[in-house]
């Protein structure tokens, strides 16, 4: 069987370790301590936090068929919130989701679909890969302290453009693509109460504002009963300010839902912000995945499509289609 680096544990690299793990062996690579990428969820003492994507749509046929046993096994639950839009304090619309368009989360996290399909695949976490040197036999792989991480035949990169740039040899014939594709920033605030707050939705959406969106985390399926709040920075707030010191930061966002809300939020017993530095995309018009089968090279991710949870499934689902045969063709030669 040729052997197949994943560089990223989100939900791109464990759909595409999925789809590849019968026809290659599959090693995944995840710089941080967890999986899932964005699909993240932070705990605190009895405070839980989805701190990245807040839910996700089903659109497509191929997404809704792959979301199917875990649907069937609660392991992913429609979230039926009372969602609201606010403007400068004021309620201007509200209203009730539910089956007609529906909102995904993962059960009892947001992280817990990436735990599901980790399960069985071989990921080494808090393993960055630093750099990816030819040799004889393929692509070596070394860390940061240049220790080696093996070598592959193929080595497919799902972490964001910028990143996958920068780590990607110079003969991928898509670099300059990666180069120019731009995501951009966002805070999350998130804040952990004992005494509850008395809000008439779990979601809003907040124009006019450093804050865009706001939400009752533990309102959602199988959440414990905690209460706890996630605020997401506008993008454009969170790039102006990116390098900015995260106690600022913290600060800043804290007064800005204080008046979003009409109450002091700054005595939650637990609060914290974390930097997504590569959190959205708008729309792309290019690719939804990147393969060059000259150098054995390619790359994938919700970048290429939308920064959403349904893209980076199929950005990397259709990858998978292209890349496989490829991969069968030249194990079926050596």
Excluded at 17 to 27: E, G
Excluded at 214 to 230: A, F, I
Aim: glycine share 6%; charged share 20%.
């Amino acid at each position: 069987m040729k052997r197949v680096a994943i560089i990223g544990a989100g939900l791109s690299g464990l759909v595409l370790a999925h789809r590849l793990k019968s026809c290659a062996r599959v090693a995944l690579f995840e710089k941080s301590g967890g999986v899932g990428g964005r699909m993240a969820t932070r705990h605190a003492g009895s405070f839980h936090f989805d701190h990245g994507a807040q839910y996700f749509f089903v659109k497509t046929v191929e997404f809704r068929e792959f979301l199917q046993p875990f649907l069937g096994s609660n392991a992913v639950s429609r979230w039926d919130a009372d969602f609201a839009e606010l403007d400068q304090g004021a309620t201007v619309s509200q209203r009730r989701w539910d089956e007609t368009f529906p909102h995904y989360v993962a059960v009892p996290g947001m992280n817990h679909l990436a735990k599901c399909l980790a399960a069985n695949l071989d990921v080494c976490l808090q393993t960055p890969v630093a750099k990816i040197e030819a040799n004889a036999r393929g692509w070596k792989l070394l860390s940061e302290t240049n220790e080696p991480l093996g070598t592959y035949d193929w080595v497919v990169s799902t972490v964001p453009p910028a990143q996958a740039a920068r780590l990607l040899p110079s003969c991928f014939s898509h670099v300059d693509s990666l180069s120019k594709t731009k995501m951009v920033g966002c805070y999350a605030l998130m804040l952990g109460m004992r005494k509850p707050l008395k809000t008439p939705w779990q979601a809003a959406l907040v124009r006019q504002a450093d804050i865009s969106w706001v939400s009752v985390n533990h309102s959602k399926p199988g959440r414990t009963e905690d209460y706890s709040l996630v605020a997401h920075a506008t993008n454009r707030w969170s790039e102006a300010h990116i390098e900015e010191a995260i106690e600022d930061v913290k600060d800043h966002l804290t007064r800005e839902l204080s008046q979003i809300l009409g109450c002091n939020v700054s005595t939650a017993e637990y609060r914290m912000v974390h930097r997504w530095r590569y959190a959205n995309i708008e729309r792309q018009n290019g690719p939804s995945m990147y393969l060059d089968e000259g150098s054995s090279l390619a790359a994938c991710g919700d970048w290429c499509i939308q920064g959403r949870v349904e893209a980076a499934f199929t950005s990397a689902n259709r990858l998978s289609v292209e890349l496989k045969p490829l991969i069968q063709t030249i194990s079926q030669m050596s």
